[in-house]
């Protein structure tokens, strides 16, 4: 069973840094592609980065392109988001989630963790 634990969230002002951790467990990690996601009240959840387990190869949303980044350690089966130049409009709950491609779906989620940007 695949489980995923978030960690990393808080209060930061505007401009700040934050790097966010998702340890992972329970799947055959070459397998696998990990992504970050965010979401606010009444929003939908919206795509933040992607990196592949074996390949390391990253996908960014525009909206992050330049100021985050995406990482993993496979020794410590974690992935990272660094987040950098911290905006209010990212304050969101952040989760992570993987999937086994060739699947587009992401089946597994984290509880998330909370990121507040203040201006």
């Known amino acids: 069973q695949v489980q995923l634990v978030e960690s990393g969230g808080g209060l930061v002002q505007a401009g700040g840094s934050l790097t966010l951790s998702c340890a992972a467990s329970g799947f055959t990690f070459g397998a696998f592609r990990v992504g970050w996601f965010r979401q606010t009240p009444g929003k939908e959840r919206e795509f933040v980065a992607s990196?592949?387990?074996?390949?390391?190869?990253?996908d960014y949303a525009d909206s992050v392109k330049g100021r985050f980044t995406i990482s993993r350690d496979n020794a410590k089966n974690t992935i990272y988001l660094q987040m950098n130049k911290l905006r209010p409009e990212d304050t969101a709950v952040y989760y992570c989630?993987?999937?086994?491609?060739?699947?587009?779906?992401?089946?597994?989620w984290g509880q998330g963790t909370q990121v507040t940007v203040s201006s």
């Open positions: 989630a993987a999937r086994r491609p060739p699947a587009v779906d992401y089946k597994s």
């Open positions: 990196i592949g387990w074996t390949t390391g190869n990253t």
